[in-house]
Structure formats: C-alpha cells, structure tokens
C-alpha cells in the first residue's frame, strides 16, 4: 500500500509569499498519478491539480504542481488571501487504487 | 454541468443501520468511477471505496473493507454507502466524488455536500 507524507504539517506565511507543500510516497507513482486537492473550512475539496502538473478547470496559474516517482510539490507563487486552506495529494496509480496524504494547513502568518 | 447530490444529514444510534445516497447528474453516470471518502471531526480525508456503476466493480480501502458495502444504481444514476451496524466511530461527515473512467482511476473533479452522519446514544 502507498503511504503520502505531507510536509509540514502546518506551514504560516503571508499573502504574497511564496509556499512550497511537499508530499512524498513510500513507494513510486505509476505515472505520475499524483493530484493536488484545496479545502476550506466547511467546503468540499476542491481538484487542483492532477497528473502531478496539469491544472484542474479554472485554477490560477500561480498554483503549480511538479515532481515524479516518490517526490511532489504544490507550489503557490504569491499568495492571495484566499489561497489560506488545507492542501491534500492522493495518488490513484497503485492499489490500493487511492490514497490521500494527512494534508498540510496553510496558515496567514 | 456536473453535479453531485447526497442525501441529508443522519442522527443515529449504535448498532443500527444505516444507508447515504449520491445521485449524479450532467455525464453519463455509468462510465465513471464514483468514491466515498470520510472526514472526522477536525481530520484528514480518508478514501474508503470506490464503484464503477457500468459493471458495478468495486474496491476498497483495507481499512474499511468488511466496515461498509458501496453499490450503485445506473438506473437511477445514484450511489450508494451503507452500514449494517454505526459505531459512535462513525461520526463523521461523508463526500462522494467522480473519478476517472474505465481503468483510470483518476483524480476526483466533481464532489458532493457531503453528508454528515452522527452516531451517539
């Protein structure tokens, strides 16, 4: 079974910063079947990226999603206000066929 | 345009039984993969299963496997997340979403509400 790690845990910076969220699988992801999901307090998730780099419908350009085989980023470039949420990976390449990381929580410093 | 629509919140006590429902509109139904994923109180999201309404083949998560049955009616465009018998555990707040197509898994586009189930004495 894959595990996810996301690191850090909580991560507190300010708008217009740069953020940098990592995810790491015990073992490689098929493919590059590794997304990126957005949630906000009493919402559903929200898809942002999937294939490890292509943007879901919709999503701004300064969220980017890179890496392969047990290393991924999301990187946002600056970041707007709203951009303050959880951030979950899942890979969906490898039985069982999905797994979600703990998330990370972006925090406004 | 795509939609997911679950059925509304539960009140109910251990050892009873209990079935959520989330119908899917805007696409054809059978030809995607439609999961169910848990979020406890102030927790992560935790995949649980997984149901192609065509041929009606599922998967589970080992953590959930023999805990609770996914089905899916293509008839009715609808699926399915039942327990036969809640533990207080089970509170939690329930999301079913669309996944990919044929063998591709695929990442979840298309989220329902969700569906918060609560189980106390």
């Known amino acids: 079974e894959i595990v996810l790690t996301q690191s850090p845990g909580t991560l507190s910076l300010s708008p217009g910063e740069r953020a940098t969220l990592s995810c790491r699988a015990s073992?490689?992801?098929?493919?590059?079947?590794l997304a990126w999901y957005q949630q906000k307090p009493g919402q559903a998730p929200r898809l942002l990226i999937y294939?490890?780099?292509i943007r879901a419908t919709g999503i701004p350009d300064r969220f980017s999603g890179s890496g392969s085989g047990t290393d991924f980023t999301l990187t946002i470039s600056r970041l707007e206000p709203e951009d303050f949420a959880v951030y979950y990976c899942q890979q969906y390449g490898s039985s069982p066929p999905i797994t979600f990381g703990q998330g990370t929580r972006l925090e406004m410093k | 345009e795509v939609q997911l629509v679950q059925s509304g919140a539960e009140v109910k006590k251990p050892g009873e039984s209990l079935k959520i429902s989330c119908k899917g509109s805007g696409y054809s139904f059978s030809n995607y993969w439609i999961g169910w994923v848990r979020q406890m109180p102030g927790k992560g999201l935790e995949w649980m299963a997984i149901?192609?309404?065509?041929?009606?083949?599922?998967r589970y998560s080992p953590s959930f496997q023999g805990q609770v049955t996914i089905s899916a009616d293509k008839s009715i465009s609808t699926a399915y997340l039942q327990w036969s018998s809640l533990k207080a555990s089970d509170t939690a707040m329930y999301y079913c979403?669309?996944?990919?197509?044929?063998?591709?898994?695929?990442?979840?586009?298309?989220w329902g509400q969700g569906t918060l189930v609560t189980v106390s004495s």
């Open positions: 294939g490890a780099s």
């Open positions: 073992q490689s992801v098929g493919s590059s079947y």
């Open positions: 149901i192609y309404p065509g041929d009606s083949d599922t």
């Open positions: 979403a669309r996944f990919g197509s044929g063998n591709y898994y695929g990442s979840a586009g298309y």
